[in-house]
Structure formats: structure tokens, C-alpha cells
């Protein structure tokens, strides 16, 4: 088994879709390394080619997975157990995938995937929306379960961070509970941990300069030439 997330410690989620300014695998190898210069104790990273370069970069823990739109299907995060093996031979020590109840473009179930992952000695982080969901999820043996998909699916719209989920699942679950999903702040982190998770996961807070200068500008409310 590869290296594991340490207890309540801040994972930072190095991701940047086709049309931001810091797409590319460069710069998200250079996002993970100014992460561990933090105090980063792991990345979450999107992509077989992500993964890859951040594995070359950084030795921190990676929490692997793989953004694909198959049509028909709502299930975006490693949508197919082909997509999470890619994910783990890229170099993540954990892969991450939708774990909801919603069907799966290789028309497996959700226990047939793990099931296989787990005989491949793969550790597996579900990400969930809902308690109902990360319950069924460490049942079918899930290593991690996570937060990630509160309120991003139809049936879970909730204010985030939806710390009470955290703590719901942490009070329950023999599997650790991770917290994610806009956490936005270091209070929020600390709180969430505070709560019952194992560790959190920051993104966008942390590695996604537009949308925090974005916050500071329309705090200030534009400025005169």
C-alpha cells in the first residue's frame, strides 16, 4: 500500500479545468510544490497526466481522480473502474470516484468497482453527497469517505461546508471521514476537523487565484482609474 493521508492534516486539491489561466500539468506540479512548502501533508489531483507530473514533483500523498463527461451520465468523477486503475497506475496512492447512487457509464455498481479495487489492493475514497450515501459506501468498503459531492447533486443542495454531514458520518463510520466542499476558510478547516473529520480538503480557497481576487475585488467594490 502506498503512503496515507496523516490525521488532521490539510490536503490541498490542485485542479484547474480546460478554460482557467493555470491548466496544464506544469503549473499544477507547481501548485503541489508551493502546497508542501505550506505545510500541505497531501494533493488532490485531476488526471492521469496531473498525477503523473505532480508524482515527479512532490513525494506527499496523492488523492487521485479523473473528471471525464461521458453523455447520458451525471456521474463525472472517475466515472469508470478502467478510469480508476489509470488514475492509481499514474502514480495516486488513493483514487477518488463518485460514490452515489446514480448509474455508471460502464454499467458496473458501485460495489462491483469496489470490489475490484479492492482486490487489487487500490485504497478508494468515495465521495459523496448525502449520509445515506456515505453509510452504503464504507459498507461496501471504502477506505475514505468524503464530503466532496454535498450540495453538487440535485438531492443534496445544502450550504457548504456542510459540516454537519462530517459530523454525522464521523459519529458513525469505522472508515475515516473526510471533509471537502467549499471550505473556504482556516476556521472552517479547523472546525471541520473540531467535527470528526480525518483530514480536509481545500481547493479552490487555496489554488484558485481568479476566484480569490475575484472575493477581494468585489469586497472593495471596484476601484476608480
Partial sequence: MRSMIPKRGLVV????????????????????????????????????????AIREAVGLPIIGLWKRDY??????????????????EAGADIVALDATSRPRPDGLELAEVLRELKKRGIPVMADISTYEEGV?????????????????TPYSQTKLPNLDLVEQLSQVLEVPTVAEGGVSTPEEARSALDRGAHFVVVGSAITRPQLITAQFAASLGGFDA
Fill in 13 to 52: 486539491s490542485c485542479q484547474a479545468l480546460p478554460y482557467e489561466p493555470l491548466y496544464g500539468s506544469h503549473h499544477m506540479a507547481a501548485m503541489a510544490r508551493a502546497a508542501g512548502e505550506g505545510g500541505a501533508c497531501g494533493i488532490r489531483a485531476n488526471s492521469p497526466e496531473d498525477i503523473s
Fill in 136 to 152: 452504503n459506501a464504507a459498507a461496501l468498503g471504502a477506505d475514505y469517505v468524503s464530503t466532496t459531492l454535498s450540495g453538487y
Fill in 71 to 88: 453523455k447520458g451520465f451525471d456521474v463525472y468523477i472517475t466515472p469508470t473502474l478502467e478510469d480508476a486503475i489509470a488514475v492509481y
